[in-house]
């Protein structure tokens, strides 16, 4: 089965999360770190480590037994519970604009989280498909090593500069030739990047 790799926009987007267990404690605080809209928890209780987003605006708990019958209007729809059986019956009740997350069932769910790294704008992500979680693991390890300590703040760099180069009024082909400068190594450590950026736009 073949996926496509996105990054997803979760602004104005709701999420109805079925069950409050240990799988839920993993995804929920992922979605709110992106930026959600709203999630609602659909669960009789409600796991201690979940605890600490009742003061959260955007988290909310509908203390209530989920059924083979329930329906829910969310875009995002994530089947965490234990009970196989209820998630096979809610995913036939699906809309057809939501996508569906099974904790369970990974043939049937319509995105998966890839292991990840951010650091700052910067994210990677490594998935093997469910072929091997361990290898996948193994290999965000020795890509972690590689990412460079100064990232986050060459990242703020590297946009500053193009926001500087795109509003100065040189041609398409100028702008590219300078930002491909400007993402050069020895052109991100050079402490006086800032004054070498306004030279390449002076000079240009």
């Known amino acids: 089965m073949s996926y496509l790799?996105?990054?997803?926009?979760?602004?104005?987007?709701?999420?109805?999360?079925?069950?409050?267990?240990k799988v839920a404690t993993r995804q929920i605080p992922k979605l709110l770190e992106a930026g959600i809209s709203q999630i609602v928890v659909y669960a009789p209780t409600l796991h201690p480590t979940l605890?600490?987003?009742?003061?959260?605006?955007?988290?909310?708990?509908e203390k209530t037994m989920v059924d083979h019958k329930s329906t829910f209007n969310e875009d995002l729809l994530f089947f965490m519970t234990n009970d196989s059986a209820l998630h096979l019956s809610l995913y036939q009740q699906r809309g057809p604009f939501q996508l569906v997350y099974f904790a369970d069932h990974a043939n049937l769910s319509d995105f998966h989280f890839p292991m990840t790294v951010q650091r700052g704008h910067l994210s990677v992500s490594v998935s093997t498909s469910g072929a091997s979680p361990t290898y996948g693991k193994k290999l965000m390890d020795k890509i972690s090593k590689v990412i460079p300590d100064s990232i986050e703040e060459d990242l703020l760099?590297?946009?500053?500069?193009?926001?500087?180069?795109?509003?100065?009024?040189l041609e398409q082909s100028i702008r590219k030739q300078i930002l491909r400068q400007?993402?050069?190594p020895y052109f991100l450590q050079d402490p006086n990047r800032e004054q070498l950026l306004r030279e390449l736009i002076d000079q240009a």
Do not use: D
């Open 157 to 169: 760099f590297l946009e500053h500069a193009r926001k500087q180069v795109h509003s100065s009024g």
């Open 182 to 184: 400007c993402a050069m």
């Open 5 to 21: 790799p996105i990054i997803l926009k979760l602004t104005g987007k709701k999420a109805a999360v079925i069950g409050a267990g």
């Open 51 to 61: 605890e600490c987003y009742l003061n959260e605006p955007r988290f909310r708990w």
